[in-house]
T-cell receptor, first 111, second 116 residues
Framework: DQQVKQNSPSLSVQEGRISILNCDYT??????FLWYKKYPAEGPTFLIS?????DKNEDGRFTVFLNKSAKHLSLHIVPSQPGDSAVYFC??????????FGQGTRLTINP | DTGVSQDPRHKITKRGQNVTFRCDPI?????LYWYRQTLGQGPEFLTY????????KSRLLSDRFSAERPKGSFSTLEIQRTEQGDSAMYLC?????FGTGPYEQYFGPGTRLTVT
């Protein structure tokens, strides 16, 4: 039973354009969603989070949108840069403190 | 502080052998987490510690797995009688947490275990 789903295993975007990564969830009882980025041979690196009481959070080129009625969130990266090529994970955090991760989406930025 | 470190980075072992992994968290962090990641999946929670107390264990953590965090500093994860299904990346993360907040977890580079 996958509580957090990232239905697109991969995404290819041209440099300078917008990258949109999607995440769906089933458990409405949560405190935060966090996005992580992972390069090969490295551990995941925290990017940005959003509280359950917000619908948008922005940090530089990264913006996360939360649609609670649709149980959906998305990460927008604009403009996309070659260094953004990585695997992106969304992760749900509830009161139990552990993170429940999606399967990940591999983003490739083409020059 | 250079972040979370894990040792070894790679481990190849024969089925039935015991293995132990070590994680050194960021020094002031009070929470330490272990996750397991297999190919094409996101990290899956195994267990976590607040200081030296182990507060939660996943059903993924069979009785062949044991984790410790003596004195609330580094942690070890031991797998006894390894099976081929134990082959995975084992990730450690730490965080400084009190009250409420996103309290992002900082991950180490992982230990890749291959059971032959």
């Amino acid at each position: 039973d996958q509580q957090v789903k990232q239905n697109s295993p991969s995404l290819s975007v041209q440099e300078g354009r917008i990258s949109i990564l999607n995440c769906d969830y089933t458990n409405s009882m949560f405190d935060y969603f966090l996005w992580y980025k992972k390069y090969p041979a490295e551990g995941p690196t925290f990017l940005i989070s959003i509280s359950s009481i917000k619908d948008k959070n922005e940090d530089g080129r990264f913006t996360v949108f939360l649609n609670k009625s649709a149980k959906h969130l998305s990460l927008h990266i604009v403009p996309s840069q070659p260094g953004d090529s990585a695997v992106y994970f969304c992760a749900q955090r509830s009161g139990a403190q552990k993170l429940v991760f999606g399967q990940g989406t591999r983003l490739t930025i083409n020059p | 502080d250079t972040g979370v470190s894990q040792d070894p980075r790679h481990k190849i072992t024969k089925r039935g052998q015991n293995v132990t992994f070590r994680c050194d968290p960021i020094s002031e962090h009070n929470r330490l987490y272990w996750y397991r990641q297999t190919l094409g999946q996101g990290p899956e929670f195994l267990t976590y510690f607040q200081n030296e107390a182990q507060l939660e264990k996943s059903r993924l953590l069979s009785d062949r797995f044991s984790a410790e965090r003596p004195k609330g500093s580094f942690s070890t994860l031991e797998i006894q009688r390894t099976e081929q299904g134990d082959s995975a990346m084992y990730l450690c993360a730490s965080s400084l947490e009190f009250g409420t907040g996103p309290y992002e977890q900082y991950f180490g580079p992982g230990t890749r275990l291959t059971v032959t």
